[in-house]
């Protein structure tokens, strides 16, 4: 999800980020998992780390997010951290980085396929494998990739949001975390803890993560009042008053995501800081024209970026959404556009607390023609398709897009064999699911 712009406080943990990518440049393991509850800023926290980093010819920043409704992706957060790394590279760069790992980067990025093709990288007839064997290549061909792709330097490798990730990418973190020998790789792992519970999928990694000595565990916490008041000077653009401060601080616990919240309260009539979120939520939306809203509650029901040619394609119940309809959406501040490095334009809700609130202010009779017009929309990706088929209480047409969400993703994945990540459907059995010396961070 895209991030707010305001930056405050978080010394400490840059700090033990940047220790950890030196380390990983001598080839030491450069392991750290950064937790904590939602809108506490991890991923802002990781884009301004990102942000510091971008003037230093010898880091990679390679990053990746899981989503909800792309659980039964195989590698899908591990795929969006590697592609854009991959793809500026010129034809014999990215040759020399990919180099034996042909066919399984090839399975991994296909929108990269036709020109590793092009460099002779993929043979004709790649070797058959248990999936086992097929499983330990691709995390092998991998690796071999990112150690290439650092050169003298090192890569940053941040996945975010783990507790939504597939089984294939909680498993490629296994492996990593099993290897013994150096790499220039500094592993950053995000995930919320209070969203594991007792039978989580991630309940085994999350518990590997946790008693692995390798890795140094950054909680992320609330911030302090003196870093609340820096936060509300550079959104309002001068110093607030004493008893906006002391409210802010009460009501926001030191969640920088519910101080900004309040923050854009201030500007509705009726609304009051001691406000639940989703009320204050509701308030912000009741201000918008109908198409806004619409658009805000297709985002929001998508749970993930979406590029700007598919939403306006999605063909809702009340019609189409139009362009004035998406600026205003950003524009309100609810809502951010930001574009790729191959020029992708992409929206999103500004972050997942907010899209939870938005949903939750519809009914189910409401919801569901959403997430239906959103899976006839991404007919083309199965695993995506299945999972707003569910939302939308459409069970039979749900198991049908599994099944072929699983035959597409056999090339990368045959599943978890733990059954862990059964999905059951009304009537059914279980279904598996488818498969140079660093330069000191400024």
């Not at 030196?22 to 942000?51: K, N, W, Y």
């Not at 066919?103 to 590793?116: H, K, N, S």
């Not at 989580?200 to 609340?228: F, K, Q, W, Y």
């Not at 950003?330 to 972050?351: K, N, P, V, Y």
Request: glycine fraction near 10%; hydrophobic fraction near 45%; aromatic fraction near 2%.
């Amino acid at each position: 999800y895209p991030v707010p712009m305001a930056f405050v406080g978080r010394d400490r943990e840059l700090a033990r980020l940047a220790a950890g990518l030196e380390r990983a440049a001598d080839r030491r393991p450069g392991r750290l998992a950064l937790t904590g509850p939602t809108g506490i800023g991890v991923s802002r926290l990781v884009t301004e780390l990102e942000l510091r980093l971008a003037d230093l010819p010898d880091v990679i920043v390679a990053r990746g997010t899981a989503h909800e409704p792309l659980g039964g992706v195989p590698y899908a957060p591990l795929a969006a951290a590697l592609e854009p790394a991959l793809a500026r590279l010129p034809d014999e760069r990215l040759a020399a980085v990919v180099g034996p790992a042909g066919t399984e980067v090839a399975a991994l990025l296909p929108r990269l396929a036709e020109r590793l093709e092009g460099l002779g990288l993929v043979p004709e007839a790649p070797l058959r494998s248990s999936p086992d064997q097929q499983a330990s290549r691709l995390a092998e061909g991998i690796l071999g990739t990112l150690d290439r792709l650092a050169g003298q330097g090192v890569v940053l490798l941040a996945l975010e949001d783990l507790h939504w990730a597939d089984p294939g990418t909680r498993r490629f973190v296994e492996t990593v975390l099993r290897i013994g020998r150096g790499l220039p790789v500094c592993l950053v792992l995000a995930y919320r803890p209070d969203e594991i519970h007792r039978r989580h999928p991630m309940r085994g990694l999350a518990t590997a993560i946790e008693t692995d000595g390798s890795v140094e565990r950054l909680n992320v916490g609330p911030l302090e009042r003196h870093e609340i008041v820096r936060l509300l000077e550079a959104l309002l653009g001068e110093r607030p008053s004493g008893a906006f401060v002391a409210a802010v601080v009460e009501g926001s616990g030191g969640n920088p995501l519910i101080a900004e919240q309040l923050v854009a309260a201030q500007v509705h009539e009726g609304i009051r800081l001691s406000d639940p979120f989703d009320d204050i939520v509701r308030a912000r939306l009741a201000t918008l024209s109908v198409g806004a809203a619409r658009c805000l509650r297709l985002l929001a029901a998508a749970r993930r970026p979406l590029p700007v040619d598919t939403i306006l394609a999605v063909d809702l119940p009340d019609g189409r959404l139009s362009k004035a309809s998406l600026a205003e959406a950003i524009a309100c501040g609810l809502a951010a556009e930001s574009t790729s490095r191959d020029g992708r334009r992409t929206m999103a809700i500004l972050h997942e607390r907010h899209a939870e609130a938005i949903e939750a202010l519809g009914l189910p009779a409401e919801r569901q023609p959403i997430h239906d017009a959103l899976a006839r929309t991404l007919a083309a990706a199965p695993a995506e398709q299945a999972w707003h088929l569910e939302a939308a209480m459409r069970f039979a047409a749900a198991r049908n897009a599994h099944l072929a969400a699983g035959t597409a993703a056999e090339r990368l994945d045959s599943g978890d064999r733990s059954g862990r990540d059964a999905l059951a459907f009304p009537g059914d059995g279980p279904v598996p699911r488818g498969p140079g010396p660093l330069a000191r961070v400024p």
